[in-house]
């Protein structure tokens, strides 16, 4: 009896497909989080996007841990913080999913970044529920990034992709970027006219990854032939080593403007990126556990 039900259960495990990403959940985030308003590095309201990230993510079944630190920017000295949530799989060594979760500071207009900051995070929340309810056979991590933007009005220099490049610092001190096998960056991707160009500054097999899975799905229509060279929280990464891949799409006419809210982006685009880079894991997990 004990082994009839036994055998009930794994067939039912069989059959039960895992979660799918569901872009009406990735909507409510983006909306939530468009509703806090302006949210630059150092700011209240940067600390209530924490509060409301680590909320999901606990609903989710995964607790944040904070990388806080205190960093002088060109303008000022702010406190910034990473949010990283970790889903054990059967092996230590990890695929990171990343994005940035601040938006650019600018005080002559409101600037909510729906899709430049908004749309990262709330795919982010989105992925960790899936991947939670998913068996992983490499640690999956979630990793929220302060300080993408740079302080000044033009990026230039170190002032920029600060969260990244603490969290490499770090990563490289504590030995634990020698289990980091494979970065899957997400960045603008809410945009309702998506337009995603394969990224020249990214590893070739991880983008070819990605992009035949877009095909295969059959989204040629928004992953395109085209490619564009893009600077973004990946850099220290690649420079580190680590494979490494950023889905962006800076085909978008509200980048930095006060036009980058609601109405600029859609659902349908976080169901998308959500479909292609859910097709992934199974193919980067078959390379990386080949040996
Ligand atoms: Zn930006």
């Known amino acids: ?66 990388q806080a630190w205190d960093e002088q920017t060109p303008i000022d000295r702010i406190r910034m913080v990473n949010l990283i949530a970790t889903i054990p799989g059967a092996r230590k060594e990890r695929i990171v999913f990343a994005g940035h979760y601040d938006t650019k500071l600018y005080r002559q207009f409101r600037f909510v970044g729906a899709s430049d900051g908004g749309s990262s995070a709330a795919f982010l929340l989105e992925l960790a529920r899936v991947l939670k309810g998913r068996k992983n056979p490499l640690t999956i991590e979630l990793l929220f990034l302060d300080g993408e933007e740079a302080r000044l009005p033009d990026w230039h220099g170190t002032d920029n992709t600060y969260g990244s490049r603490h969290y490499v610092d770090l990563a490289k001190r504590d030995a634990s970027l020698t289990t980091l096998k494979a970065l899957v960056l997400i960045d603008m991707i809410g945009d309702r006219d998506l337009n995603m160009r394969r990224d020249t500054n990214s590893t070739p097999w991880l983008t070819e990854l990605i992009w035949r899975e877009a095909a295969r799905q059959g989204r040629d229509d928004d992953f395109l032939a085209g490619s564009t060279k893009i ?14 891949v950023d889905i962006i799409d800076l085909d978008y006419e509200a980048w930095h403007t006060a036009e980058d809210t609601l109405d600029a982006v859609s659902a349908r685009s976080l169901q998308v990126v959500g479909d292609v880079v859910l097709g992934a894991p199974p193919k980067i997990e078959a390379r990386l556990t080949k040996n």
Not at 8 to 35: G, I, M
Not at 58 to 66: F, S
Not at 231 to 244: I, K, S, T, Y
Request: glycine letters at 4%.
């Open 1 to 66: 009896m004990i082994r009839a039900l036994a055998c009930v259960v794994l067939a039912l495990q069989a059959v039960t497909p895992p979660p799918k990403f569901d872009s009406a959940r990735a909507w409510e985030h983006l909306r939530q989080l468009v509703a806090i308003g302006p949210r630059p590095s150092g700011s209240p309201a940067i600390e209530q996007t924490r509060k409301y990230i680590r909320e999901q993510l606990a609903a989710a079944g995964l607790t944040a841990t904070e």
């Open 231 to 244: 600077e973004d929280d990946h850099l220290p990464f690649l420079a580190a080593g680590v494979p490494a």
